[in-house]
């Protein structure tokens, strides 16, 4: 492609609505556009490299066996009123009706439409497995869509969904994909981690994360320094503390102190003399629309997603200080479990405490002595607080650490769920009906491209992997005067493109100084430059983005060596 005559509008400014790399880059190197609020147009040099990576993954599919559809993004309300998640999904589902008053939706995610393909489509146990996917575009309604392609609202993805005879069967199945997303990751060129997470609105028993590691990523990730556990802060396991004898005749008696104005753990441990591990925090949450109580020691934050499950619940979410009273009559700041009327959900570190000072639930005052079991007993124990590097590794029982990382694939075992709430079955072989065993594979295809760059960028620009450039080299002419500079560029750049690479040919009659500051910035991998020193002794200068080192080519040998740099770059 010849510069002069691409659509490429880059920009030295960076614009004041972008807040991450990502985002600044895209929009200064002219990749994208914004239409409106989480949506973007794709420019030539976006969609190339959205080419780039959608094409990586339908090779990796279909080589796993995949089989690729394309169902409709507008989906009616029926099929999500039979999965029973037209209610639960919440307000991200974008829902409206046509000109006859039927409900329908924009697809946020595509498992009740391909469940109803498979009922209708697949019959006996003899079809499966079938793995069908699809590469396409998706809406999620974000309440605050931010970071460009890293959190719109429309988007490309691929999503894959496996259907199956039984759990082994699925397993298998999900093995295969969690495999074929190593290989996506790895030929794109990107440091990441598959991590444990949680299945959230799309349900299931087991899941992984791929992330991409980088600064900027939204989700905070636990790796183990000796061995291959990591998981997402959100999944991350702490086992049960072990348990001690407790002296019954050495427990204390519970009593009430005052403690007027003191509603934070830091200030009560101040008043009362005792460490923040000393006292009980109780939280109050909303799950599903019902207040628990939720408690952690009083230097541990609650998990909100292990309180979910623990519960359960579809939904849930803290209930704000300025809200407790009106709904519990409880003031906030001096809340406990003893003598609390509602389900208690407890960390399993609570009941291996020897004793703890709690709220009252009476303003200003507090209780100390209090005995977990004896003073109040849990309606459920479990895992609830949010991990530490303090903690151990929950498989080896080393040392954990923390990173960020941008989520750009999630795999689920689905199981029954929506086969059984839609009725999808098949013949068993031994003539029974039995519901498909289902399994959810997706990757953010858009977002892999953002998380590209937010891992891969310098202060001057972008610095593609060579599998995801939208060119892998770009030849610039200095001498657009030079009749025999001119040529040897011309010559180089057909040499090139001749050969199957994807190149850039910079023809501009700009200065050398904007030619080279706009290479860096779109982040071409390998830069061939041709003028003065061609024209004194016939060598080209080429340059490696990544790591800025140079090398003086004699032009005849050029083509074959920038060619070598090239296939090294996508092995």
Not at 191 to 202: H, K, L, N, T
Request: a negative charge.
């Amino acid at each position: 492609m010849r510069y002069s005559q691409l659509l490429l509008p880059t920009t030295k400014e960076t614009p004041a609505e972008a807040e991450v790399v990502s985002h600044q880059l895209l929009l200064r190197g002219g990749f994208i556009r914004k239409l409106t609020s989480g949506m973007y147009t794709y420019l030539p040099l976006g969609l190339l490299v959205l080419q780039k990576v959608t094409e990586i993954v339908r090779q990796e599919m279909n080589n796993a066996g995949a089989q690729e559809i394309l169902m409709p993004m507008v989906q009616p309300g029926d099929l999500w009123k039979e999965s029973g998640r037209w209610k639960k999904y919440g307000p991200e589902l974008l829902r409206f009706q046509d000109r006859h008053a039927r409900d329908y939706c924009l697809g946020p995610t595509h498992e009740e439409v391909v469940t109803d393909i498979a009922r209708k489509e697949l019959h006996s146990y003899k079809q499966l497995p079938v793995n069908l996917y699809q590469i396409q575009t998706k809406f999620r309604d974000e309440i605050r869509p931010r970071f460009g392609l890293m959190r719109g609202r429309e988007f490309v993805m691929k999503d894959a969904y496996s259907f199956d005879v039984d759990d082994d069967a699925a397993s298998k199945s999900y093995e295969i994909m969690r495999d074929a997303y190593y290989r996506v990751f790895e030929r794109c060129g990107l440091d990441f981690r598959a991590v444990e997470a949680d299945s959230g609105s799309i349900g299931g028993s087991y899941s992984h994360e791929f992330m991409v590691l980088a600064d900027t990523g939204e989700d905070t990730l636990v790796t183990c320094k000796s061995c291959s556990y990591a998981a997402n802060v959100e999944k991350a396991a702490i086992a049960p503390p072990a348990e001690e004898a407790v002296i019954v005749q050495d427990l204390p008696q519970m009593e009430k102190v005052a403690t007027p104005g003191t509603k934070k753990v830091d200030r009560v441990a101040e008043l009362l003399q005792i460490s923040a591990k000393d006292i009980v925090k109780t939280m109050f949450y909303l799950a599903d629309d019902v207040v628990v109580a939720a408690l952690v020691r009083g230097d541990r934050v609650v998990q909100s997603v292990k309180l979910k499950n623990l519960l359960d619940a579809d939904d849930v979410e803290p209930v704000a200080e300025e809200e407790v009273w009106s709904r519990t009559k409880l003031p906030a700041g001096y809340l406990g479990p003893v003598g609390l009327e509602m389900k208690v959900v407890a960390d399993h570190e609570i009941m291996g405490m020897a004793s703890c000072v709690t709220g009252a639930n009476e303003k200003g005052h507090h209780l100390q002595g209090v005995v977990p079991g004896r003073d109040f007993t849990p309606d459920i124990v479990g895992d609830l607080r949010q991990i530490t590097t303090e903690d151990n590794c929950p498989l080896c029982g080393g040392a954990l650490g923390l990173t960020e990382g941008i989520e750009v694939g999630h795999i689920f075992k689905l199981g029954t769920g929506y086969s059984e709430s839609m009725n999808a079955t098949f013949q068993d072989n031994e003539g029974g009906e039995q519901h498909f065993v289902m399994g959810c594979y997706g990757i953010g295809v858009s977002r892999v491209v953002a998380a590209a760059i937010e891992q891969n960028h310098d202060r001057n620009g972008i610095i593609f992997p060579v599998p995801m450039a939208p060119f892998q080299v770009i030849v610039l002419n200095l001498s657009l005067k030079n009749e025999g500079t001119c040529k040897a560029a011309e010559d180089l750049y057909l040499n090139l493109k001749q050969q199957g690479y994807d190149v850039l040919y910079d023809d501009r009659d700009e200065r050398p100084g904007s030619k080279f500051k706009d290479a860096d910035l779109i982040g071409i991998p390998f830069r061939v430059t041709v003028g003065k020193t061609y024209e004194k002794n016939g060598e080209v200068e080429v340059l490696i983005r990544k790591d800025g080192t140079t090398a003086a080519i004699p032009y005849p040998e050029a083509a074959e060596y920038v060619g070598q740099l090239i296939q090294k770059g996508l092995t």
